[in-house]
């Protein structure tokens, strides 16, 4: 047991790292190595490691089932949602260019931010949906059991 | 497009087509309440097939329509490019699927436990997705993505047949699939790698400079075996028929309909459109093989067919022998024997459509897969059966229905370049078509009932089945649509795209 | 490319050639094995392991020709001048989520296929379907769902 | 160019070995020694989700599926042949296809000139962000991207239907 302690006390300290580090690779892509696919499966990593210390109830109550499985086409959504915006605003399906508008003068639009804005939705997209998807599998394959 | 403000319907079509099912199927996993999901299903399907008509009308009143993804100027960004070919094939899939959803509910609801319905109709609508995108897109990574997207929805809407052989049925296609799609991908890669493009205009655009380079060869062949797999294509059909004969009927009907369609038409687009014509005759000289496992697909699996004790398995091995004539008018490779196969690849999708739903109709009331067991159904079931009748003939290609006018246009093919043979090897199958469409019908209408009818099969069930039963004899009366279209998509294809 | 330098690259000497493509070299050894790992194993999850390896291999065909001597990573920064092809990773980022997304699938199948036969290798799974069917062809009624 | 003759011992290894246990951790090495390989490449982002996914994801994904089979492989009852020529066939092919492409690391082949090079130069002006890969990947071809999410969420509800049970199944 005591080896137990060790690795719960160590998960412990490591999960709060992980999940920062997650988050860092989500944001900082846009300037280093790392986007919303990266840091998707390194979160979710950090909830399968807690499922493995401390099992797999403790991991649904943190995390439910329900929730990891919304998350999966909820992240497309964001991502579709972000194309069908454009093509409201009069651009092709994913043009970001013409995501904002500019204040002046008017029914032009602001590319630069737009771009920064569009990258940024489109990676939270593709976040959730691995984030999601990575600990939808997961989940399916712990809860099958073994067969008899 | 002039990036003006306000929603341009018209300019955005060709995202439409795909995005409206994309996020349909979306919305049903979000939602999963299954009579919702199936309403959001139909809804999403039946308004496909108007966009890709305005889609075709578009092309054909204004010529080849571009779309730039994201507003990237192709080839920087990715690129819809739809003439009339793929508008073609847009209509067809997108009838089938609008056919096919409409038919579902019940089907689904017979074959599907109620809580996976919803995921079930969300994978159904993210094959039509898929397959609408490879069919849409002109660019060949692009190709791959939806390729895959459609494959995985595949995959499972196989694996979920109601027989634990649909288990393995899925795994071996998945196992052929994936390599098929590498296979595409080492291809795709190795024209990225001579012309630094994967837009597939601009590749056939800077083709020529390199076109003695072993790479491209390498590259083609590549291609036309990655398809070959996903196409089923004469000796790599071995996982068709399994997945066809286990899937869920709904499944079955819309895949046999449409799944090797698309795939036919990659391959024609990247022979004649990316490489050309020339290159092909120049450098690649497979047309002789190709006729050859045409010919034999058509034999053998006809023969194949005879054998056959599901009748789902033995549909199946029908359509690997009816790709054989799609793929003997690809390899004739004139004006008429292009027009033959694109025309075969509608009117094939239609009569394959309306046999599997006629079976599925039987299986609804009589819960019978195997041939045998069918005994009397004919006089029990006389309307269903009626309508798989009909079918068949258009499958045998008797005067009068569709799949006359297509066979027509190959026999003329093949008798314009003076190849008797293979014309012999089209009347030799169709025959065994005969004997094994024969078999269904004499057991059927000429012994005494076996199986008992359990329940009628729902009204929109029958009219589905029906609506394709009568389009056979439409689209063997009518052919400015079934015949006329693909005769300027042929054209277009021999002129291919290279300046 | 002009046609000089393509006759010049067909025609270099094997040696030479196995050293300035080594790259390539590999790429094919990888790809052929995980190839034959695919089609000639019969336990499903050997076969996903080797699709596995075959997809990588593909990754490396693209990825090495992007690469530029004297380059860096596609990340804009001062000082640097020469940056290797961007265009290669972003498909191959993409390609690594579709073989992930497959390899789920197929493992999620495999598991199934277990449950059902209580075996992953294809060969004797094959003869379960084949006695099945020998079976199923003596009998008269069908079970109706 | 060591890093890549030691990703060949090990694919050797992972062909004979039978032991399904032996070949999972071995195809996590192959994902390692591929990510290193992808470094020297300058492929970061790509190396960064090989190890996360080929390593990662990928090894807890086959030791779930095995602790639910099981770890022995038998040997194989059929013969190997036709197998083997559809492999040499396939590396011929390869061989062939791959001979007069451009030595590594050159920067004038056509792969390098065209679309890549326009990412590398306009980049920055038409989208601001300074990680070239993020930008083709999130806005040049967005599209994929989307598709490849759309992927993600095509096998997630896959397994779903396959593995989640409800109440007695």
Redesign the interface.
């Known amino acids: 047991m005591i080896l137990d302690v060790i690795l719960r006390v160590a998960a412990k300290m490591f999960i709060p790292f992980i999940l920062m580090f997650g988050l860092y690779?989500q944001l900082h892509?846009?300037?280093?190595?790392?986007?919303g696919?990266?840091a998707g499966?390194?979160i979710?990593?950090a909830v399968?490691l807690y499922a493995i210390v401390f099992g797999k109830d403790a991991a649904t109550r943190v995390v439910p089932k329900w929730a990891v499985?919304?998350m999966?086409?909820?992240?497309?959504?964001i991502?579709?949602g972000v194309?069908?915006w454009?093509?409201?605003?009069?651009?092709?399906?994913?043009?970001?260019?013409?995501l904002l508008h500019a204040g002046e003068p008017i029914?032009t639009?602001d590319a630069?931010h737009g771009?920064?804005w569009?990258?940024f939705l489109?990676?939270i997209?593709?976040l959730v949906?691995?984030t999601?998807?990575?600990l939808?599998?997961?989940y399916?394959?712990?809860?099958?059991?073994?067969?008899q | 497009m002039a990036a003006g403000p306000g929603f341009d319907f018209a300019a955005n079509l060709p995202a439409l087509q795909v995005m409206v099912p994309l996020i349909g199927s979306v919305v049903c996993a979000v939602i999963r309440q299954r009579h919702l999901c199936a309403a959001i299903t139909i809804l999403c399907s039946a308004v496909m097939p108007v966009i890709a008509f305005m889609i075709l009308w578009q092309v054909q009143a204004s010529g080849t329509i571009s779309y730039a993804m994201g507003g990237w100027a192709p080839p920087i960004g990715i690129e819809y490019r739809i003439d009339t070919i793929n508008a073609f094939l847009l209509v067809l899939v997108s009838l089938m699927g609008a056919v096919v959803a409409l038919y579902a509910p019940r089907s689904v609801g017979n074959e599907i436990r109620p809580e996976k319905q919803g995921w079930y109709y969300s994978m159904y609508l993210m094959c039509l997705a898929g397959l609408l995108g490879m069919a849409i897109t002109g660019d060949a990574f692009n190709v791959f993505v939806f390729m895959e997207i459609s494959s995985l929805a595949m995959y499972t809407l196989i694996a979920l047949g109601s027989e634990r052989r649909a288990l393995v049925a899925a795994f071996q296609y998945l196992i052929i699939g994936t390599i098929g799609a590498s296979f595409y991908v080492i291809g795709a890669g190795l024209l990225f790698l001579v012309t630094g493009s994967l837009n597939l205009w601009d590749i056939a655009q800077r083709l020529p400079e390199v076109e003695n380079l072993r790479s491209v060869v390498a590259g083609l062949a590549f291609i036309v075996v990655g398809f070959g797999l996903k196409l089923a294509m004469f000796p790599m059909h071995l996982w068709l028929p399994n997945a066809y004969a286990f899937a869920p009927t709904v499944a079955t009907a819309f895949i046999a309909s449409t799944a090797t369609k698309v795939a036919i038409y990659l391959l024609l687009r990247f022979a004649f459109s990316v490489f050309g014509v020339d290159y092909l005759t120049e450098h690649a000289p497979g047309g002789e093989v190709f006729l050859v496992l045409a010919a034999l697909a058509m034999l053998v699996c006809s023969v194949s067919a005879i054998f056959q004790i599901n009748i789902k398995r033995m549909l199946a091995y029908s359509s690997v022998a009816q790709v054989g004539y799609m793929l003997a008018g690809i390899a004739i490779a004139t004006d008429i024997g292009l027009t033959g196969s694109i025309s075969h690849m509608f009117n094939h999708a239609i009569v394959k459509a309306c046999l599997f739903l006629a079976v599925g109709c039987i299986f609804f009331s009589t819960g019978v897969t195997r041939i045998e067991n069918m005994a009397g159904i004919g006089r029990t079931m006389p309307l269903t059966m009626a309508a798989f009748v009909i079918a068949g003939l258009g499958l045998i290609g008797v005067p009068g229905t569709a799949g006359f006018v297509s066979k027509w246009y190959l026999v003329q093919a093949a008798a314009d370049v003076g190849n008797w043979l293979i014309i012999a090897v089209i009347m030799v199958s169709s025959v065994l078509a005969v004997i094994y469409l024969g078999r269904v019908v004499e057991i059927a209408w000429f012994r005494e009932p076996k199986s008992a009818v359990v329940r009628k099969p729902p009204v929109e069930m029958m009219a589905m089945t029906w609506v394709l039963a009568l389009a056979t004899i439409w689209f063997g009366v009518q052919t400015d649509l079934s015949a006329g279209v693909p005769t300027i998509a042929a054209a277009e294809l021999l002129a291919g795209w290279a300046e | 490319m002009n046609q000089d330098v393509v006759t010049e690259l067909a025609d270099r000497p094997l040696l030479e050639a196995i050293a300035t493509s080594y790259n390539y070299w590999i790429t094919i050894f990888l790809m052929v094995s995980g190839l034959y790992i695919v089609v000639a194993r019969s336990n499903m999850i050997k076969s996903l392991v080797g699709l596995g390896i075959f997809q990588t291999s593909v990754y490396l065909l693209y990825l090495s020709p992007g690469k530029i001597l004297g380059g860096t990573a596609p990340i804009l920064t001062e000082g640097a001048q020469i940056y290797s092809n961007p265009l290669p990773h972003v498909l191959i980022l993409t390609a690594i989520v579709v073989g992930v997304a497959t390899l789920a699938l197929g493992l999620a199948l495999t598991v199934r296929v277990h449950e059902a036969y209580g075996t992953i290798e294809e060969d004797e799974i094959t003869l379960i379907v084949d006695r099945e069917d020998y079976a199923e062809a003596g009998e008269d009624a069908e079970t109706t769902p | 160019m060591v890093l890549l003759t030691l990703l060949a011992a090990i694919t050797v290894g992972i062909i004979r070995t039978r032991n399904l246990f032996a070949v999972v951790v071995l195809s996590g090495a192959y994902s390692f020694l591929m990510a290193s390989v992808m470094i020297i490449l300058d492929a970061v982002d790509v190396a960064m989700t090989e190890a996360s996914v080929g390593a990662g994801i990928s090894t807890v994904l086959v030791l779930g599926a095995l602790y639910l089979t099981k770890i022995h492989e038998d040997p194989p009852r059929f013969s190997a042949a036709i197998p083997l020529i559809v492999c040499v066939a396939t590396g011929a092919m390869l061989i062939y296809g791959t001979w007069d492409l451009p030595p590594f690391g050159t920067a004038d082949q056509p792969v390098n000139i065209h679309v890549g090079a326009h990412y590398i130069a306009e980049s920055a002006r038409e989208t601001d962000i300074p990680n070239i890969v993020t930008a083709v990947l999130a806005s040049y071809r967005g599209f994929d991207t989307l598709g490849e999410v759309t992927v993600v969420f095509t096998a997630g509800i896959g397994v779903l239907l396959l593995l989640k049970r409800w109440g007695d199944a």
Request: hydrophobic share 40%.
């Open positions: 690779v892509g846009d300037f280093g190595p790392g986007g696919f990266q499966v390194i979710a990593a399968i499985e919304q999966v086409p909820l992240g497309v959504l991502f579709a194309g069908v454009s093509m409201i605003n009069g651009g092709e399906y994913l043009n970001y260019n013409v029914g639009y630069v771009q920064h569009g990258v489109v990676e997209g593709v949906t691995v999601g998807t990575m939808t599998i997961f399916s394959f712990t809860g099958r059991g073994r067969p």
